[in-house]
């Protein structure tokens, strides 16, 4: 059910927006975006229709209609996915005060007791605290990672949806796969051995004290005779997460990461789907990143992230 439309005000060094909030995100029209940005209202827009153009966002459930009327007709409105993509493109340091004032509010908001449950509250906790960790990353990033990473944030917010559905039990959660075979250390060596061609730094995959056998031995650990970790896609989440956080090679470990995640869900026979790739180059990078970039206390967070991917 739509929630009711609250107004609630932004102030900056002079400049005093209106802002709605409603469906648990805030809104801007395109003119707000405009004097928030301190760009033309006519390249605001048009960043906004490529944005729903290239298939970043999806315009239908982004946008919505004022309950104002500006001229005798009421504009559109643009949640905050769209709002921080705007953001990202146009390179606005109020763009990015604006972005962490919506987070606190949204998150005020939660903690007051307004969600709808507390599966959903769970859920946009994470949203919000996987933004916060897209922010330390903004001086670093590139435009393009910027937006492949907001678009995975964008996409892990779908689970929301998926909740609704399960609570009416019109969808079946998804336990995962289920497979007693295990990837092998030397087959993982000769793997990376490969990777080391065209590579001048001669430090590029040296493994530090046996880090990667380590952490196969970790996936595959059990307690009580079961599997810690019983499905092989919160394997592949783990494998992926801790051959980045670990850094158990000298040098290229974002990069071996990338390649033996992809290594690891072939292995297994998830790594396509309906004839497509999962997780496709753009989406493993931002993943990726956003795993390189976090505290170790948002482990369960980005292991989540991932495999919200591999599962749905």
């Known amino acids: 059910m739509e929630e009711e439309n609250k107004l609630i005000s932004f102030e900056n060094e002079g400049l005093k927006l209106e802002v709605s909030m409603k469906d648990e995100t805030v809104w801007l029209t395109s003119n707000q975006m405009s004097n928030l940005f301190g760009k033309n209202q006519n390249t605001i827009n048009e960043h906004i229709n490529n944005i729903f153009k290239e298939g970043e966002l999806d315009e239908k459930t982004s946008t919505g209609i004022s309950g104002k009327s500006t001229g005798g007709r009421k504009p559109k409105i643009y949640n905050l996915d769209v709002i921080i993509s705007v953001g990202y493109r146009v390179k606005s340091k109020n763009g990015i005060i604006f972005r962490k004032w919506a987070n606190k509010v949204l998150k005020d908001y939660l903690i007051q007791g307004y969600a709808i449950n507390q ?168 993943l990726t990143l956003l795993i390189a970039e976090s505290n170790p206390k948002e482990k369960e967070i980005l292991v989540d992230l991932v495999t919200n991917f591999l599962s749905n």
């Open 119 to 286: 599966k959903r509250l769970e859920y946009l906790e994470k949203t919000i605290k996987l933004i916060d960790i897209a922010n330390r990353m903004d001086e670093r990033l590139e435009a393009s990672d910027a937006k492949e990473v907001l678009k995975v944030i964008g996409k892990y917010t779908k689970a929301l949806d998926l909740l609704d559905d399960y609570d009416h039990r019109t969808v079946k959660k998804i336990k995962g796969n289920i497979d007693d075979r295990k990837i092998e250390y030397d087959e993982c060596l000769n793997i990376i051995n490969t990777l080391r061609f065209n590579e001048e730094s001669k430090l590029f995959a040296v493994e530090r004290d046996m880090g990667l056998k380590s952490i196969i031995g970790n996936i595959y650990q059990t307690f009580g005779k079961e599997d810690l970790y019983k499905s092989v896609e919160e394997k592949a989440a783990n494998f992926l997460y801790l051959i980045v956080k670990n850094h158990v090679f000298v040098d290229g470990n974002k990069r071996i990461a990338a390649t033996m995640f992809i290594y690891f869900l072939n292995f297994y026979s998830i790594l396509y789907k309906d004839g497509r790739q999962v997780i496709d180059n753009n989406t493993l990078t931002a």
